[in-house]
């Protein structure tokens, strides 16, 4: 039969709903630009529902973390004040000036809600999906004393920087490509402290879902739960005299964790360099629990990879991704980018500039070649930009079924 369905019934935790599933959330969810207000919600499939886009306080409705803190009798606003020394994007805690605690943080508050919903009791052994959606890591880089005291932050190497990158950026800028930050030198916005305060979200963030291993651990679940570890983006975190994301796809920004657990299935220990895109979580999953896979999905499971099936290395031959009109800055700019194993294509879309990287030789991007006055360069790009609109042309949805005569 025809498998296209409406937009909701192409979401994961609506299908698995859909096959007995109880499904829940915790934290953020982000199909839609929203800001102050909890994006509406189409049939998604989640039961249990604690939403959280970002731990601020000037969302007027919509905050579950808020109502949590207001639950205990804190006050919100105060709570997620940052009293910390501000110092550009940075946000030094100390010992008499901290941020949010932990114990009251929204990393903190999602791990107890994702808590909560395993706990729930089921009837039989009804199966359930969790999306445990954490704000941090993530400017501002606020993070709690208690972990931004255990960094140095002049023993950390700092950013990926050349004095060449400021008239990279610069020419990006002119050109007309958005982004959230003017380029700087790291030490004119202490880059290395800013480096220590993201490191501290993250460890934050792993002692958070040790606490979620732990607790499927005691309940015996561990061994029958599929783990995903991922994220939606990456941080510039001083590379290129840039922190935040957008809109650029330097490696930093785009190349994101991807870790999966489930004891007996998958490979333990197993590291695979291939080229992956986040779209091939879904199949991946579906497979996993024996649903069919949608005819539109544009992800390949990963599965035969994970068990072993497959040799480790070898998954695509190239990976995309997009960036459309994501903040709301002057261009609302539309990139494109293409990465196959040597090279990296960015094009600014409606714009005279873009980018193209020699990954082999330049892994760290600092040498633009879209403009370089080799013929090899230019033949190279010309190359990419076919491959680069034959790829998006196929990511496209093409509509129902065909349906013709035998």
């Known amino acids: 039969g025809n498998t296209h369905f409406p937009a909701e019934h192409r979401l994961l935790p609506r299908r698995l709903a859909d096959a007995g599933y109880d499904c829940g959330l915790s934290g953020k969810l982000h199909l ?5 207000g909890r994006e509406p919600r189409i049939d998604d499939g989640y039961r249990y529902f604690q939403y959280s886009h970002a731990p601020r306080h000037d969302w007027p409705k919509g905050h579950d973390y808020a109502d949590w803190l207001a639950a205990q009798g804190h006050d919100p606003g105060k ?8 110092q550009g994007p940075l946000h030094e805690p100390d010992a008499e000036h901290d941020n949010t605690p932990v114990e009251l ?4 508050w999602c791990v107890e809600k994702a808590l909560e919903f395993i706990a729930e009791p089921r009837t039989g052994s009804q199966p359930w999906l969790l999306s445990v959606n954490p704000y941090y890591p993530h400017p501002p880089f606020n993070p709690p004393w208690e972990y931004y005291r255990r960094y140095d932050p002049a023993a950390l190497p700092g950013p990926h920087f050349r004095e060449s990158d400021l008239e990279t950026q ?25 480096q220590a305060a993201y490191y501290a979200q993250i460890e934050l963030l792993d002692a958070e879902l040790g606490r979620l291993l732990e607790a499927l651990d005691r309940s015996g679940e561990r061994e029958r739960t599929v783990i995903v570890f991922t994220s939606d983006h990456g941080e510039a975190l001083g590379d290129h005299g840039l922190t935040q994301k957008g809109c650029r796809f330097y490696d930093g920004l785009v190349r994101v964790p991807l870790i999966w657990s489930l004891p007996g299935t998958i490979q333990q220990g197993l590291v695979s360099d291939a080229l992956v895109e986040l779209t091939d979580i879904a199949p991946t999953l579906y497979e996993l629990v024996g649903l069919p896979i949608p005819e539109d999905t544009q992800g390949r499971s990963l599965l035969s990879i994970l068990t072993g099936r497959a040799p480790a290395g070898q998954h695509r031959e190239f990976v995309r991704s997009e960036y459309y009109d994501a903040v709301e800055l002057p261009n609302h700019t539309f990139g494109t980018m293409y990465r196959d194993r040597r090279w990296k294509l960015v094009v600014y879309h409606g714009l005279e500039v873009g980018e193209l990287y020699d990954m082999q030789t330049d892994p760290w991007e600092h040498e633009n070649l879209w403009d370089s006055p080799e013929a090899e360069h230019q033949r190279v790009k010309t190359d990419l930009l076919k491959r680069s609109f034959d790829a998006t042309v196929r990511a496209m949805d093409y509509g129902p079924k065909r349906i013709m005569p035998s």
Request: net charge positive; charged share 30%; glycine share 8%.
């Open 32 to 36: 839609a630009g929203a800001a102050w």
């Open 79 to 86: 709570v997620m004040a940052v009293r910390s020394k501000r």
């Open 105 to 108: 943080h929204q990393t903190h």
């Open 170 to 194: 610069r020419r990006l800028a002119e050109g007309g490509v958005d982004f959230q930050s003017a380029p700087k030198r790291p030490e004119e916005f202490q880059a290395q402290k800013v």
